[in-house]
């Protein structure tokens, strides 16, 4: 069964450095998404992205985030200037259309850990 | 805005034994609601759906999930519990006003199941 990959598992990255988290959603998808999960917290969502924009965004994501589909399959988040706050598990997900019948598929994660 | 509760930080049952785990939303028009699973060091895997129709809806690995609209509760449950269903359990809503398919999470239960 296909399979949202994401890459790294496991980043550290100094505060204030700039971080950019990777993901390949399934490859016939074309509505794309990242969660985090800070530890011990609720899966919270930050963006989502269809034909190359942003679609809605929360209130999280400000500024020191941006995303990119740089390619036909990668889809990537960037953290500016990274905060201790940042530290979290950030999840990717894709769907094959927006209709709730079709669920999000979702990555292992990045465990981002900011020092 | 949407929110989901789910009310038990962890439930622990004897293998064999039924499992039920809890789940309330609030939502401000027709909910779209999901189960996931999460085991360690992976992602969000997709059990189930409820979308419209029938209230009792079958998903994967033998679980199901009841909707009941009086109660805005949506509990998963799965007769027969296995060591291996272990694991942690997210509740998810969708509101169907959403265009994009934005998920919100409840914080999560951990099931335990035993020998």
């Known amino acids: 069964e296909p399979e949202v990959t994401q890459t790294p598992s496991h980043q550290v990255t100094q505060m204030g450095q700039e971080v950019i988290l990777r993901c390949v959603p399934i490859?016939?998808?074309?509505?794309f998404y990242w969660y985090r999960q800070i530890l011990g917290q609720k899966v919270e969502f930050l963006v989502s992205f269809y034909n190359n924009e942003i679609s809605e965004k929360s209130e999280i994501f400000d500024d020191q985030f941006s995303v990119e589909r740089p390619d036909g399959s990668n889809f990537t988040l960037k953290i500016r200037s990274t905060k201790l706050e940042d530290s979290a598990m950030y999840f990717c997900?894709?769907?094959?259309?927006?209709?709730?019948?079709?669920?999000?598929?979702f990555g292992d994660g990045t465990r981002l850990s900011i020092l | 805005a949407q929110s989901v509760a789910q009310p038990e930080d962890q439930v622990n049952v004897a293998e064999g034994n039924p499992l039920t785990v809890k789940c309330t939303y609030s939502v401000s028009g027709n909910p779209y609601l999901f189960w996931y699973v999460q085991y360690p060091n992976r992602g969000l895997q997709f059990l189930l759906k409820y979308i419209t129709g029938d209230n009792l809806v079958k998903g994967s690995y033998g679980f199901e999930a009841e909707f009941n609209k009086s109660q805005t509760s949506f509990h998963l449950k799965k007769p027969s519990a296995l060591v291996s269903d272990s694991a942690l359990y997210f509740c998810?809503?969708?509101?169907?006003?959403?265009?994009?398919?934005?998920?919100?999470f409840g914080a999560g239960t951990q099931v335990v199941v035993t020998p």
């Open positions: 490859s016939n998808h074309l509505y």
């Open positions: 998810a809503v969708r509101d169907w006003a959403d265009s994009w398919g934005k998920l919100q």
């Open positions: 997900a894709s769907s094959v259309d927006r209709t709730a019948n079709q669920p999000q598929h």
